[in-house]
């Protein structure tokens, strides 16, 4: 008999689980243990010290490696559990088993929950060996809840650990690995508890210091790039897209980016404490890294470090600096909310739009001006004198114009009419969703009842019926939200649309109120568009003799008009009744 050949493939999620139940040595005994049991021959075991989130990890890259280049057939590949080969979705844990697959190599766990494909269907004139269909996977239910399972655990612990991480820095302490030129030094906080807070690295504090002394005096960047390496500076090796940066030389660009950071001076600033500067916690006997006084000068003051009498932190930026964490970003004002009608009036000369314009007299007080000068138009080519009207006139004459603009009152009723029937299609949409829920509330009311028939079969099984029970909370979750869903949708049949078609009438017949909102701009250049063919001029309004759309006419209009008559016009006779120079076609209403 041939021997078997396999290898395993062992995960922490980091270093720190080396000594505990859980380690690479354990996991090591166990998968020897069952490849022994089964007389099969463990060639190696890959050690890996990743997250389970991911399928492209340094050990199954190394393993398949192994495989392709081993010379002898290997046939399995064997894991711990599920939580120890994936810790994400179930394609994670499915895409190793096919990068595995693709070197004719099985992918199995020492429980035995992993079956191999068996064929169930064998035709005696048809070979079906090639067809995917063939086949059945016994343990592929059973695989997907227990890589649910361990996903579920890991976002378990991450809200449990995660959250007092967050109080921790937001306390002054510090989590993960520390910055460079700074190491991790554990400490007891006033309950007695032990902390991690940043203190100086032997080695490495001692090219910082010489870095901001050199820099608060005036040294250039590049000569102290050439003191520093020439003292032995080196990075720290980091990975990088799961390769491995060795140290590197301090360079310029290096030295302006780490010069800037408040951690050095024992302030911490981060997405935890969000973007807000806290004083880092350290013992009595310890000192920052340098002073804050010394941080400033190496920054050049552009970037500043102000404590307040209040025991708080500050942190000013210049405008100048570009680099620095918050950069300031300066947007030109194209909108003065005290000239509201700067853009939709129109110049009689050029037809380019007023801009905000403002004058100091000789007794020193300002006047405010609407002017166009030739330069700002549409067309960009036509230039002549200047062209002014006072503000606050043109404010008034234009308000007071704009309450005597009214709809005719056929378009009060046509837009009663549409609204009415959008909010009956609206209704009527509704109904379908509602039909839609009650039908989604029904399947998985029967989901529901197919997983209870199948619970006395795996009675037997503890993790089995874990998954089961999860997936039925599951399935009531989604029956409570399908009914709460179900419910609003049902509400939205009895509200009664007259309050809409109240809204609708409202919004049609007060436009003055929505062109007084001089903080909007957008708001008042849409209503002038909607009202005028065209931006209207100053002469215009105060003449009442802007091109207005048909719907619109002023309120002296409106009383000397009779309503019958003008209501049974086509749009084509209104547009000739207003003395438009524009054809509009429109079928009657």
């Not at 890589?147 to 820095?169: F, H, P, W, Y």
């Not at 989590?175 to 203190?199: C, G, P, Y």
């Not at 089961?468 to 399908?482: A, G, P, T, V, Y």
């Not at 049949?493 to 701009?521: G, P, Q, V, W």
Request: one cysteine or more; glycine letters at 2%.
């Amino acid at each position: 008999m041939n021997p078997i050949y396999v290898i395993g493939l062992t995960r922490v999620s980091s270093k720190k689980q080396d000594n505990r139940w859980e380690s690479p040595k354990v996991q090591e005994q166990a998968i020897r243990r069952s490849a022994e049991g089964k007389w099969e021959i463990l060639l190696k075991t890959f050690k890996d010290s990743c997250t389970g989130t991911k399928m492209d990890r340094p050990a199954i890259m190394e393993a398949l490696e192994f495989i392709k280049t081993s010379n002898k057939k290997i046939s399995k590949c064997y894991f711990y559990s599920f939580d120890r080969s994936s810790r994400w979705w179930h394609d994670v844990h499915h895409g190793i088993k096919e990068m595995f697959r693709s070197v004719w190599v099985t992918y199995l766990d020492i429980s035995w929950v992993i079956q191999e494909k068996t064929k169930v269907i064998h035709i005696e004139w048809v070979n079906t060996d090639e067809y995917g269909w063939a086949y059945e996977n016994p343990s592929e239910f059973t695989e997907e809840i227990l890589v649910m399972m361990a996903k579920g655990d890991k976002d378990k612990m991450l809200q449990r650990t995660i959250s007092q991480e967050i109080r921790n820095t937001r306390n002054g302490y510090h989590q993960r690995q520390s910055h460079f030129w700074l190491k991790n030094v554990k400490i007891r906080d006033a309950d007695w508890k032990i902390k991690v807070t940043e203190m100086d690295d032997e080695v490495e504090s001692v090219w910082v210091k010489k870095i901001y002394e050199l820099r608060a005096i005036g040294i250039p960047d590049s000569e102290i790039v050439k003191e520093v390496n020439w003292m032995g500076f080196t990075t720290r090796s980091t990975m990088r897209q799961n390769k491995r940066v060795l140290w590197r030389p301090l360079t310029v660009k290096y030295l302006q980016t780490l010069i800037k950071k408040p951690v050095y001076a024992g302030i911490s600033m981060e997405k935890w404490t969000g973007y807000k500067p806290i004083k880092k916690a350290s013992a009595d006997w310890f000192k920052n890294l340098v002073d804050i006084n010394t941080w400033n000068k190496a920054n050049k003051w552009k970037v500043q470090i102000i404590e307040k009498e209040d025991w708080k932190i500050e942190i000013l930026y210049s405008k100048k600096w570009k680099e620095s964490f918050e950069p300031i970003i300066e947007r030109r004002k194209n909108y003065n909310p005290k000239y509201p009608f700067s853009r939709v009036l129109r110049c009689p000369v050029c037809s380019g739009y007023l801009t905000p314009n403002k004058s100091k007299s000789k007794n020193w007080e300002h006047h405010h001006y609407y002017q166009c000068n030739g330069k700002k138009n549409e067309h960009g080519i036509q230039k002549h004198s200047n062209y002014s009207l006072k503000r606050d006139e043109v404010n008034r004459v234009v308000m007071k114009f704009m309450q005597q603009v009214k709809p005719w009152n056929w378009v009060v009723k046509a837009m009663d009419y549409i609204s009415s029937l959008h909010f009956d299609t609206k209704t009527k949409s509704s109904a379908h969703l509602a039909l839609d829920s009650e039908k989604k509330i029904t399947e998985l009311k029967k989901q529901r009842a197919q997983v209870e028939e199948n619970i006395p079969q795996y009675l037997h099984l503890t993790k089995i019926m874990e998954a089961m029970e999860k997936q039925l909370s599951k399935i009531d979750e989604d029956i409570f939200r399908e009914e709460s869903e179900f419910m609003n949708s049902s509400r939205v049949l009895d509200i009664d649309k007259s309050e809409f078609r109240k809204f609708m009438n409202y919004c049609i017949t007060h436009i003055e109120k929505f062109a007084s909102d001089s903080e909007n701009n957008e708001k008042i250049e849409l209503i002038f568009r909607f009202i005028f063919q065209e931006k209207p001029t100053y002469e215009e309004i105060v003449s009442h003799t802007p091109k207005m759309y048909p719907i619109f006419s002023l309120q002296s209009q409106l009383k000397n008009s009779p309503e019958g008559e003008f209501f049974n016009m086509t749009w084509w006779q209104i547009s000739r009744e207003s003395n438009s120079d524009r054809r509009i076609w429109s079928p009657a209403f």
